[in-house]
């Protein structure tokens, strides 16, 4: 069965250091969001993607984030200037045109230092 | 904006009994789709069950159920026959549609005990 993947699967950076967020949505599907979840809390949406550009986003995804679908394939998520607030469980997710499901990869485990 | 309201943050319930998470929602959409998310200790978000809101019936996956009252805005889901393995946390989430966002309800977890 397709499924939705992540990499790296656990990241630890310095604060202010640029980290990105690597995602391979399933391979027909066109739409794409992130999503974050701090520890012990709800899962909130950062940001939608489709037809190359972005959709919709949150009041967090702020000008230190960006999204870029590089290849066709890969869908990235950049966090220019990491602050110790962004360290989360970073969700990727992909929804197949006409579906209504969204499919979510195992997540990066992003820490700030 | 919707919102999702989950009221039980801890539940728990013997192995093959059965046990019922609330769910209530708030919108003005009049068509969507609700979901129940399982997020096990792994953390990865794996669904469980949907439903659209124009279906009167309630949808059904194996031991999960849901009871979907569109009028009340309440989307609560059954498990039975709990299994040690259905221990996690349970999130509802409502999607309007379109290219739009999912939004979580805060999240109940769920420990079957042996």
């Known amino acids: 069965e397709p499924e939705v993947t992540q990499t790296p699967s656990h990241q630890v950076t310095q604060m202010g250091q640029e980290v990105i967020l690597r995602c391979v949505p399933i391979?027909?599907?066109?739409?794409f969001y992130w999503y974050r979840q701090i520890l012990g809390q709800k899962v909130e949406f950062l940001v939608s993607?489709?037809?190359?550009?972005?959709?919709?986003k949150s009041e967090i995804f702020d000008d230190q984030f960006s999204v870029e679908r590089p290849d066709g394939s890969n869908f990235t998520l950049k966090i220019r200037s990491t602050k110790l607030e962004d360290s989360a469980m970073y969700f990727c997710?992909?929804?197949?045109?006409?579906?209504?499901?969204?499919?979510f990869g195992p997540g990066t485990r992003l820490l700030v230092l | 904006a919707q919102t999702v309201t989950q009221s039980q943050p801890e539940m728990s319930v013997q192995e093959a009994e059965t046990v019922t998470l609330s769910c209530t929602y708030d919108?003005?959409?009049?068509?969507?789709?609700l979901f129940w998310y399982k997020q096990p200790p792994s953390r990865q978000m794996i669904l469980v069950i949907r439903?659209?809101?124009?279906?009167?019936q309630n949808a059904t996956e194996n031991r999960f159920s849901v009871n979907f009252q569109k009028a009340a805005k309440s989307f609560s889901l059954k498990i039975s026959d709990s299994q040690l393995g259905d221990t996690a946390m349970y999130f509802c989430?409502?999607?309007?549609?379109?290219?739009?966002?999912?939004?979580f309800g805060s999240g109940t977890q769920l420990t079957v005990l042996p």
């Open positions: 989430a409502f999607w309007p549609g379109s290219a739009r966002q999912l939004t």
């Open positions: 391979s027909n599907h066109l739409y």
């Open positions: 919108t003005s959409e009049n068509n969507y789709y």
């Open positions: 993607f489709y037809n190359n550009e972005i959709s919709e």
């Open positions: 997710a992909s929804r197949g045109g006409g579906q209504e499901t969204q499919y």
């Open positions: 439903q659209e809101a124009y279906k009167q």
